[in-house]
């Protein structure tokens, strides 16, 4: 974890970094924000799956990192192109790299059991070689049962088969992931953070990708699309004009500008955190949000 360092300096390269959009006078005397229009999608009722290592596996998507087979490690695909997500009405779905693919499943607290045929591979022509070769690995390893194992922590999983041929996976969104608060508690600049966010700033994205929340003061609607590990934000539109104290009208300034509209970041996530960035001009000048998941 990098330090917080507090400061001039920070502050100064988030104001380089962030264009501010300055804050009009106030029309409304207004000192808080309200909830923004729309609101998250209401919980869903209880769904019942294993415990243990099976039960982490449902309802969230997960990137595969590699095959071994024979004990020679295989690479997925860069960018998440090979995923797959455990749904509770005992199937799972993905892509191989390739291709798409959909198979029922059953899962229980630490093994797993694919049940029906693998659909017909994608034709030579129409993946890279490389691809294609990772891709049919995955279908030899990924087939019949399977025990699940915790390989560092509940975020990273093996899948292994009965020859001791795994499938590593790590997680890529939770479940609940879309439609859920996600709090901006701060922005990382360069090696650090900039200056604390309002608490009252969050993003809701939605698997269409649009976006609601409140900037700190202001509600806002935007666009985000999550493709493998990439996310692609666009800038904030204010659905309202209210005037908050100088602080949190500053807060609301830096989640207003964007370096480039639209911008892309690469994102990570825990269970209840997500970090977005983008290097693309170096690590000295990186720049990207944290997000804190806020309970329901």
Partial sequence: MRIQRAGAAAGALLAALLTVTGCGPSQTGSDGGKAAEGKPASASPTKKGPGGQGGVLMGARWMVQWVTVDGREISAPPHAASWMAFDYDNTVKGNDGCAPFRRSTTVTDSALTLGGEWTQATEDGGCPAKNRAFAERLR??????????????????????????YVAIKLQQPEGFYGRRWQVPRLSVGDSYGPDLPKSAYFIFHEDGTVIGNLGCNDFTSKAVFEGDTLTMWEPTRLSQRTCSPDIMKGEGYLLSMKRNPQTFTYSVTHDTMSASDESEGPLLRNGYEFTALPD
Wanted: no cysteine; hydrophobic share 35%.
């Fill in 140 to 165: 030899k390893v990924f087939n019949g049962p399977l025990t699940i194992a915790y390989r560092v922590d509940n975020l990273t999983l093996d899948l292994k088969n009965q020859q001791g041929d």
